[in-house]
């Protein structure tokens, strides 16, 4: 979700026609998804699986916004860029919400999908290590 500024400066020698097709490609390609997304100039909202390591990733900028809930007694997720969304899907669907979430801007957050463990890695706009809350 969002607009790049200049995403054709992510994939030289590459012709991709919409932003999205640019930046899948530029982070599929990435061999330090911390340097790639420092390299990121725009609005956005991603959310993308690594086959490699099994994790869905989450991550935001400040000028998107990113949600998920944890629906109750099944651990299935919910994400969107709209919170009053996922309250309505989940109301919809006869799920109880166990626990929401925001993530904050610049704080890649991972869930690791084999063995069902949950992370948060680095904050990457502070170019440093950081464990730490990833939420708002």
Known sequence: NGTLDYHKGLTPG????VDSEAVTYFLNESTNIKEALE????????????????SLNFARNKERPMYFVVI??????????????????AERNDFTIEKNYSIKPGVLVSIYLENEAFS??????????????PFA
């Open 14 to 17: 590459k012709n991709f026609t």
């Open 39 to 54: 390299k990121i100039e725009g609005a956005y909202s991603f959310v993308w699986y690594d086959e490699a390591d099994c």
């Open 72 to 89: 109750k007694d099944t651990g299935s997720i919910i994400y969107g860029s709209e919170k009053e969304m996922l309250v309505w899907l």
């Open 120 to 133: 948060f890695g680095w904050n990457w706009r502070h170019r440093h290590e950081c464990y730490c809350d």
